[in-house]
């Protein structure tokens, strides 16, 4: 591979950067195969890729697991749209007006470090074992995380911008709507990908308590049985999963903010 290739922030084609991603899968895949099919780790601790494949293959044919998989997507975009709904308003509202900002940081920061399991006890006696107890847990995982990016991200709009808007005879509102929101909104558009990868962490956390469906009980179910390939298939579909949902959050940043592409 050429040395100008790994020129700091260098852009690279598109079509090598498919061949790389690529390479780096078949490289894992391999590594995988080496370490299992050469008898250096026994299948108690690891399964093969072909013993995951054959274990996931009875996992949607034997025991209903794209149930699992439709009840833990809806889990994870219930609290991610919640979380999202009332962090990013209130993050421009932060970003945009300092005085909104000084009251709710220190309490928005002290939260963001609160561990979302420790929650968990609490939310059971709350809401039960049902479905809001497991949104919550990924509502509370989100939500301050969220609040804290985007206000940071608006907040760092170039001043400059601001002030050609008041000279130019912009409102504050004006300057809300028309300069801070467009110039933030690809990069709030970039931490809701990031926080929808955190809450797929939380929603595997809540499953592992009270739950009956979603690929969290269905890993806990497979350790009990020393099932290490379903327990692995289950980790790879929540990658998969994570891959397409990057993949069309990409997409559609790249249709919605054009003018962000040479970011």
Do not use: N
Not at 110 to 117: E, K
Not at 133 to 157: A, D, E, P, R, Y
Not at 215 to 241: C, E, S, Y
């Amino acid at each position: 591979m050429p040395p100008s290739l790994f020129a700091p922030l260098k852009p690279v084609a598109p079509g090598l950067r498919t061949v790389l991603g690529a390479l780096c899968f078949v490289l894992f895949f391999l590594g995988w195969g080496i370490a299992t099919y050469g008898g250096f780790v026994k299948p108690l601790f690891l399964a093969s890729p072909g013993d995951s494949l054959v274990a996931g293959w009875a996992l949607f044919t034997e025991f209903g697991f794209a149930q699992d998989v439709a009840v833990t997507i809806w889990r994870v975009l219930a609290g991610f749209v919640l979380a999202a709904v009332l962090a990013v308003p209130l993050g421009i509202l932060m970003g945009a007006f300092k005085p909104v900002e000084a009251f709710f940081e220190g309490f928005v920061s002290f939260a963001r470090y609160l561990p979302a399991s420790a929650f968990i006890p609490l939310l059971i006696l709350w809401a039960g074992v049902g479905e809001l107890q497991k949104i919550l847990v990924i509502f509370i995982g989100s939500v301050f995380q969220l609040v804290i990016m985007v206000s940071v991200i608006v907040g760092s709009t170039r001043l400059d911008l601001v002030e050609a808007a008041y000279t130019l005879g912009a409102s504050r509102r004006g300057v809300v709507l028309r300069v801070l929101l467009p110039a933030a909104s690809p990069q709030i558009f970039e931490a809701l990908r990031l926080v929808l990868g955190w809450a797929w962490t939380y929603v595997i956390v809540a499953e592992l308590v009270g739950a009956s469906r979603g690929i969290g009980h269905m890993i806990i179910d497979a350790q009990r049985f020393l099932d290490t390939g379903q327990m692995i298939f289950g980790i790879f579909v929540i990658g998969l999963i994570g891959l397409v949902t990057d993949f069309l959050f990409q997409a559609a940043h790249a249709r919605l903010f054009p003018w962000a592409r040479g970011r």
